[in-house]
């Protein structure tokens, strides 16, 4: 065998070995059966959202993948960039949907921008995908629309209490030996300017 058969050999392993890492880090989720306390989440979608495991509402299986199911009620909606869903039992998850998305709520075909504050959503989360995937109907899982989920903003820390907390180790004392140094240096040069005269 030559070397370039061994240089193939092991470029097709690396390739290989990457997929499946690429595939795991990928996951949502891993299920052991169709029930909530059976699904273990990712640390990607822990770090996102802490509170997902608790708003699971069941766990189906369509065409060999497992989807969790989530109920949610619209909160804020940007102006359609970005909604707020308000998770039933488990805090809020904020979706970044492309402009052109169209959803079914209550059975009528709704564009984001029309999404109200109250309307409520059921969308799902497959095990291969971190995605909102809404369908168009509870009975066909096959046609799902899939919006992105981004994470919540860090909530604002309040420094007023970190600066308060601060020791207060500046003083004046540097002030008063930078004005002495500069009168010594104006003395120098008014004697300089004397001599030369």
Request: some cysteine; charged content about 20%; overall charge neutral.
């Amino acid at each position: 065998m030559n070397i370039k058969y061994y240089v193939g050999l092991m470029a097709l392993f690396s390739c290989a070995g990457s997929a499946m890492a690429q595939t795991s880090v990928d996951r949502s989720f891993t299920a052991d059966s169709d029930d909530c306390s059976s699904v273990h989440w990712s640390e990607k979608s822990l770090q996102m959202y802490p509170t997902i495991g608790s708003a699971c509402q069941s766990v189906q299986t369509r065409e060999g993948k497992r989807y969790v199911k989530f109920s949610g009620v619209m909160k804020k909606n940007e102006g359609g960039k970005r909604i707020t869903v308000d998770f039933k039992d488990g805090g809020e998850i904020v979706l970044a949907p492309p402009p052109e998305t169209t959803l079914y709520v209550d059975g009528r075909k709704t564009t984001i921008a029309q999404l109200r504050k109250g309307d409520e959503l059921n969308f799902y989360i497959a095990e291969d995908r971190l995605a909102a995937q809404i369908p168009e109907t509870e009975t066909q899982l096959t046609h799902m629309t899939i919006v992105p989920i981004v994470a919540q903003a860090a909530p604002a820390e309040d420094t007023s209490s970190m600066t308060a907390a601060l020791p207060h180790t500046a003083s004046s004392t540097p002030m008063f030996l930078l004005a002495g140094f500069a009168a010594f240096a104006l003395a120098g040069a008014l004697r300089l300017f004397r001599v030369r005269r």
